[in-house]
Structure formats: structure tokens, C-alpha cells
């Protein structure tokens, strides 16, 4: 535990977000059915949930996402600014979170509530943080990327080990309400993973709206949105003339970052962590 992290029952979260407070909101908090989570592990993709379950749950208007911050639009459950935006909402309420399964509020299990859970190649999750790093300055330096990786299998990161994240989350108790995504496909396939996520959550999208919230979500177009690009958020705290927040949003960008031997070593453990879990890796390694 250090000066700008609090630990959150052995998870390390920042302090320039979270407090005591937000994180006994989330355990105390009133999950009702209608509710709908997007859940992540960070840098797999919570910024594009955030731009994406409005727009699926309204029929494709836009006027959230081009009005709202993404942190108000769609709240983190434990974060500071959640109690002042969800207790308000009419419902159906979109919430993001980055808590992994077992420290979800008490409410939550018997609900029936549903939970979109984005998993992205670890590998790239571990490259994007490492720059996340970099421009943030509520988050510790990362130290060489070697070091980095160091702290990054063996858990000392935020959120906690990415393994423990993916592994709680399959939990066949919710199965009947949970949706597995991945960054990867939501790259490859916006378009067909929209019109799962519309599916799943019993909404309708005509084909010109699934049109128009596929090419909002793009990349590049989401890079340009004051509202969802971060750069509402001063530069002493995200500096994006260090590397933008929406860095690259391209798959395998490890390639670029990890030599051989990271590679191997950062594979087999992963590997080993994950044996026994239903969890399959749908990318190529
Ligand atoms: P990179 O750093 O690899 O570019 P999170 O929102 O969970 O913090 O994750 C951030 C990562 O998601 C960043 O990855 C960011 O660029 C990527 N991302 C956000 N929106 C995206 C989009 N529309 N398409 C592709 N990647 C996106």
C-alpha cells in the first residue's frame, strides 16, 4: 500500500477515485433487476462499454454520449461519483465496474440483474496499462516494462491479478444472465457483437440504428469525442501529450512491447493460473 493507492480488501485501488465511502456504497448498494453491468478488468475495454450500453439501451441515441462525461454517464459501482449519479437514475441503470465477482454488493446475487463481462488478451492488457501508467499521475510510475510485467502477474496492480478477475467471473451461478465478450471480437465484429449485446439485454435496434452506434463507436470516432476521450480532465492528472488515453485500441500490440522470454514466461504462468477454469483463450497467443 502506498501514498495514492488504497487497499481495498487486498486489491489495490486509486485514491483519486475511490474512498471508503464509494467502496461501502458498492457493498451496500440496491441492485435492482434492471439493472445492467458492464465488467472489467481494467484497460479491457470499459471506456467502450461506457459509450456503447447507453446507445443499446436508448435505441441508438446519441444525445448521452455526445452530453455526458463517461464517468457519469456510465458510473463505476465503486467509485466516488457513483452514489450521485445512480441513486437518481431512471432505470434501466448502466454501471460499469472492475470488481471482480465475490466482492460484487450482497444484493447483486439474487438479483437479476445482467453482466456484460469484456476479457481481453492479457498481454495487451498489460501493455495498455503500462502507458496508462505513464500519463496518469494518480497511478505509481510502472518502472521498466519488465518490472511492470513483475507486478502485473503477480497481482500488485490495480483490481489485483488479472487471472483471480477472469477466473470469479465465471461463476456458473449467474450463467443464466451473463454475457462473455471479447475486446478481440468487439475489434473484428462491432456490428455482430451490438446485436448480441441488444439480444442479450431484450433491446431492439433497427439496422440503420445498429449502423449509426457501430460508427460512433469506432476508434477513431470515439477518440474525437470530448465526452468519452478524457480530455475533459486536466492535464496534471492524465497527460495525454505522454500517450493519449485512447492509446492505439488495436489487438496485439504486445508484439511490439514483449521479448521472447517475457513472452514464454508471461504465457506459462498465465496458463497454469488458468487451468481448470471453463475460460478458453479465444485469441491467437
Ligand atoms: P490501448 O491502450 O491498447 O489503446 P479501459 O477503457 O478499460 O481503460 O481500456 C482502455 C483500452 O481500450 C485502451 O487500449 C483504449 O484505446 C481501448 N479502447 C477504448 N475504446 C476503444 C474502441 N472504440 N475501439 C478499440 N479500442 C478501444
Known sequence: E?????????????????????????????????????????????TWMQEILPLVLNGGDLTPVQ????????????????????DSQPPPRAIVSHLPYWLMPQSFYQSKAKVIYVTRNPKDIAVSSF?????????????????FLENFLSGQVLFGKWTDHVKSWRNPDIEDRILYVTYEEMVQDLKGVLSRFAQFLGQELTPEALEKV???????????????????VPQEIMDSSKTPFLRKGIVGDWRNHFSPEQEARFSAIVREEMKGSSFQFPWDE
Open 2 to 46: 502506498d501514498g495514492k493507492y488504497i487497499l481495498f480488501k487486498g486489491l489495490l485501488v486509486p485514491k483519486l477515485s475511490h474512498s471508503s465511502e464509494s467502496l461501502q456504497y458498492a457493498a451496500d448498494f440496491q441492485v435492482r433487476d434492471d439493472d445492467v453491468f458492464g465488467v472489467t478488468y481494467p484497460k479491457s475495454g470499459t
Open 67 to 86: 452530453t455526458i462525461p463517461n464517468w457519469d454517464r456510465v458510473p463505476w459501482l465503486e467509485e466516488t461519483r457513483a452514489a450521485l449519479i445512480l
Open 131 to 147: 502507458h496508462f501508467h505513464k500519463m496518469a499521475s494518480f497511478l505509481d510510475d510502472p518502472g521498466t516494462f519488465d518490472e
Open 214 to 232: 457501430a460508427n460512433h463507436c469506432q476508434f477513431s470516432n470515439m477518440k474525437t469525442n470530448a465526452m468519452s476521450n478524457y480530455s475533459l
